[in-house]
């Protein structure tokens, strides 16, 4: 495509994206993507002033009027532009890695809307994702479907099976390395569909010199090692006096000689690289996104291990009939690791402009603080520009939701928020003839390793407001009925565990409805006859509690062991 004008197009929105338009979304996108060049790229960049700009970069006698289409399927219109200069410190893409994965995602609820909404949050001035594309070659296409087949055995609306998918690659610039991959990780996520559970690399170049180091670290161990054996032959020599005669000593020059002169070569040709003195797929990647163009899709080297299903077969050995089992086989990912195969409206998604010109980050750090979250009464939450934030009571009624990366500090804003509301419930304020608060309060901690129930527990005690901790799987818990007690054996069990299997998902496993459906029932049908002639059961306690008994729970039985 360097041999060629480049033309670029920036994709404004002119109104929302209407269903009638989604519907035919696909058809214009395929028509547009399937013939373009190989290496067309579609981009969103926030600019310095914070804007988040999306732009079409193509070559070839068609690339007008691809943009026009693109633009109208959705709803926006495309304008002329320089190609923008995909340029950043740190420059990251999606990979097929050891640990990805094939996920079960379907077309099903794709947003692309949502795609939008999550650059426009995410990216900061500066950064950027870009996506190139080209047209998939049969024998790509065929090898796919094998692998996507055997994986996922009948499978239905997926994006990557249509006969209108494209192959992309996917890269994401910053000013920092875990930006720019968590950019991908954030546009990746919102992909409804994207059936793959990729890994981020950051180009560095560190994977191309990878090889040269370890050719560097064996010939160095090869150099050193015929190093020792000369000079441990020469000490004997000297030791006893007299030169002795062998093939060994002529042999272990040589190699000291090319283990250390491989070494060194090697070493200096990984050096050279790393300082960028050698071309590297690193460097190509960078030069080709400076003049706004992402690199195309890798296709891969080679033909790729296919997959195959466990089989039986008989084999007499000494003769007698014996059953050989042959494993299962998962095959290779049979295209390169950065390319993907996706439907044509998530390789075009990146393009769908937001429904603000500007970035999460940028207009919220221009928006001034309303006066409805300074003026009410109730906790504070954060600062803005060095005025206070506050929740009211009527937005603590209607429901609060704190959304943060791990480790941000969500269970700390939840532990604040309940110590506040519990200071309500002190005779500390109502001496200061505030507004009471009546109501009970109750906490959640769905997390094992128990720190939010220390903390909140912490906020108790300085508040001063007596708070009881129940655990559902404890020996001896304060029993917690939250399910009816109508209706028969089966009624009970059934609500029980529809309840569970909601709250777990799909992490509940096929046999999960099956051996809960056992414990649940028995559970249910401890009461207080059944512990008082079993005293070595609690009293009182949950069905919860006493299935954690019946599925296994160390438990101390004392007497008969068939009690």
Known sequence: MNDTPLHAFRIERSGPLSPESQMVLSQVLSTSLSTAAAGTTMSAHCTPEGTIERVFTSSGANAVDRAFQIAKAFNSRSEPVDPPTLAASHIAALEYGPDSALAAAT???????????????????????????????????SRWNIWHDFHRPGAVSTHSRRSDAVI???????????????????????????????ETQVLDGRDERRPLWR?????????????????????????????????????????????????AVASAVAVLHQYGYLPSAA???????????????????GSPKKPKAAT?????????????????????????????????????????????????????????????????????????????????????????????????????????????????????????QHTAYDGAMIAFDTKDDGQLTRGLSDWSAVTGVHTTVIDIAADTPMPLSIFSKEGTLRQRSER?????????????????????????????????????????????????????ILTGAAWTCPGDADT
Request: without cysteine.
């Open 107 to 141: 077309q099903a609820g794709t947003s692309l809307t949502s795609v939008a909404e999550a650059i426009d949050a995410y990216l900061t001035s500066g950064e950027w994702i870009a996506v190139s594309v080209r047209k998939p070659e049969p024998k790509e296409r």
């Open 168 to 198: 992309v690659s996917i890269y994401a610039g910053s000013h920092a390395p875990d930006r720019a991959q968590n950019a991908l990780r954030q546009f990746h996520s919102a992909l409804g569909g994207f059936e793959l559970i990729p």
């Open 215 to 263: 050719v560097a670290g064996l010939s160095a161990l090869v150099g050193g090692v015929a190093t020792a054996g000369r000079y441990f032959w020469d000490s004997i020599e000297q030791t006893i006096g007299t030169p002795l005669a062998s093939s060994i000593e002529p042999a272990l020059m040589p190699a000291q000689l090319l283990g250390l002169g491989v070494a």
């Open 283 to 301: 460097k190509q990647a960078r030069a080709l996104l400076e003049d706004g163009l992402a690199p195309a899709p890798a296709k891969r080297s």
């Open 312 to 432: 039986t077969s008989q084999k007499v050995v000494d003769g007698v009939a014996q059953l050989v089992e042959t494993p299962r086989q998962d095959g290779d990912y049979p295209l390169a690791a950065r390319s993907f195969m996706v439907g044509s409206e998530l390789a075009a998604a990146v393009l769908l402009p937001g429904s603000s010109a500007r970035s999460g980050v940028a207009s919220t750090a221009s928006r001034e603080l309303p006066s409805a979250v300074r003026s009410v009464h109730g906790p504070e939450i954060g600062t803005s520009d060095g005025q206070v934030a506050k929740l009211s009571f009527a937005d603590l009624w209607a429901g609060v939701f704190v959304i943060g990366k791990p480790g941000s500090g969500k269970s700390k804003l939840l532990e604040w928020l309940w110590a506040w509301m519990q200071s309500q419930l002190t005779p500390l304020h109502h001496a200061k």
């Open 496 to 548: 029980v565990l529809d309840a569970l299997s909601y709250l777990i998902g799909e992490a509940a496993g096929p046999r999960f409805r099956e051996t809960a459906g056992t414990v649940i029932p028995l559970s249910l049908l401890v009461d207080a006859a059944v512990t008082n002639d079993r005293p070595w059961l609690p009293k009182d306690a949950s069905l919860f509690a006493y299935a954690h």
